[in-house]
């Protein structure tokens, strides 16, 4: 009888440690911070970004083979870490350099983060990533596009989208392009918020139509303005073929409001994504800014395809369409959470080695990218865009390049 009770208690502590064993592999929790705007301004985009990681989230914990050769989606947790799982700890940076630069340091020596993603606004970014590099740990931004965020020479910091410098290249492209086609486009103005996005971007693109001849005329305005009137006077003054617009989405609702009460309208408004792809924006002031063209490495895709599942999930859990910012953030999160996979380890320096060793396919990821890998400076060499319109009020469709096409654009600008 002794030996049976002995006999049961090993069996029972046997299973016991097993699992127990099992329980701990499952309940390993590798939290990552996420630094946007959920309160001012920019919380439009910041509730979408959370909502578009809180997707990732869900794809990454949980087995999704429907999505095909997306890595992170195969497995219920992450594989190189026996399953372990992956949970998003948020803060709001208030669309504050100095509170996003604070909210940084918070997660990394109070929450203990193993990596960083965010910020949205470049200037945020700037910030919250010189805190990440002073204490060694990863930062993968997917969203900010200021040239100067991969000129510091940072060794912790990854960027996946495009930047200023890739933006250039597709709009003059572009502008070639609708020439060779008999529309007008000689004259081009800059419109931009005095932001660190909105500088660095309007003097790369100044820069870079400059070196093929053009000299476009510059706009800036204060960010978050209340009135914008002097702005659209001044398009109206000036006559350009081409205004691109630099805005974040509050400025771009009340740039359109505005050139409505003041009946104006380019031949060509070109947006350089940011507010122009918010939602808000489209729900606000859609049905009046009919035509206007917008920079995207976004395309929902075929009914059943991974990205139209993923723009699904978006969609259930944001009540929005996904747009090409969350879409953005999105994959930024995903290349960040692969690589710790791919580390098997949660050691900073591990994750650093996993993230430069990156060489993502165009089937691996949910963004139109022509891959993921990473130069010396940490920007995706790989990263591309192209050109959609707004040609309902409602939803943008992709019109350049011809390839990437789902129609032709249709000029000029109609508004309203």
């Not at 026996?82 to 340091?105: C, E, H, I, M, W």
């Not at 200021?146 to 910091?157: D, I, S």
């Not at 976004?298 to 859990?317: L, R």
């Not at 790989?382 to 011809?402: H, T």
Request: glycine share 8%; net charge neutral; charged share 20%.
């Amino acid at each position: 009888m002794q030996f049976k009770q002995l006999l049961g208690l090993t069996c029972a502590a046997a299973i016991a440690i097993g699992l127990t064993g099992r329980a701990l592999a499952e309940d390993k929790v590798i939290k990552i911070g996420a630094i946007f705007p959920m309160t001012g301004n920019a919380a439009s985009a910041g509730l979408h970004a959370k909502a578009a990681l809180e997707v990732a989230e869900d794809i990454i914990n949980n087995a999704h083979p429907e999505l095909g050769d997306l890595p992170l989606a195969k497995n219920a947790g992450l594989a190189g870490l026996g399953g372990a799982k992956v949970r998003v700890t948020f803060a709001d940076n208030q669309g504050s350099p100095a509170t996003g630069q604070n909210q940084a340091l918070r997660l990394i020596t109070e929450e203990k983060v193993v990596a960083l993603t965010g910020a949205y606004q470049s200037g945020i970014t700037l910030t919250a990533s010189a805190i990440a590099e002073k204490y060694g740990i990863p930062f993968v931004n997917g969203e900010s596009v200021a040239a100067n965020l991969t000129e510091r020479g940072f060794k912790w910091f990854f960027r996946t989208t495009p930047i200023a410098t890739d933006i250039v290249k597709v709009y003059y492209d572009f502008l070639a392009d609708m020439k060779a086609q008999g529309i007008k486009a000689d004259s081009i103005a800059l419109v931009h918020d005095n932001t660190e996005y909105g500088t660095s971007v309007a003097n790369t693109i100044a820069a870079g139509f400059k070196e093929k001849g053009l000299n476009p005329l510059d706009i800036a305005y204060v960010s978050n303005a209340t009135d914008l009137q002097s702005q659209v006077l001044q398009l109206k003054e000036k006559k350009p073929d081409v205004v691109i617009m630099i805005s974040y989405t509050s400025d771009a609702i009340l740039f359109a409001k505005t050139m409505q009460a003041q009946d104006y309208k380019p031949s060509m408004l070109l947006c350089d994504d940011s507010g122009y792809s918010d939602p808000s924006f489209i729900k606000s002031v859609g049905k009046i800014s009919q035509g206007v063209l917008n920079r995207s490495s976004w395309s929902v895709g075929p009914p059943g395809s991974p990205t139209a599942i993923i723009a699904e999930m978006y969609k259930k859990k944001s009540g929005d369409e996904m747009d090409d910012t969350a879409g953005r953030e999105m994959q930024g999160f995903f290349v960040l959470v692969d690589a710790i996979d791919r580390a098997g380890s949660t050691d900073p320096a591990k994750i650093q080695a996993a993230l430069r060793a990156t060489d993502l396919k165009p089937n691996q990821l949910m963004m139109g990218y022509k891959g993921v890998k990473f130069d010396d400076k940490g920007q995706n060499i790989l990263a591309s865009a192209v050109i959609i319109q707004l040609q309902d009020g409602e939803n943008y469709v992709p019109v350049w390049p011809k390839a990437n096409a789902a129609k032709a654009p249709v000029l000029p600008y109609k508004g309203w």
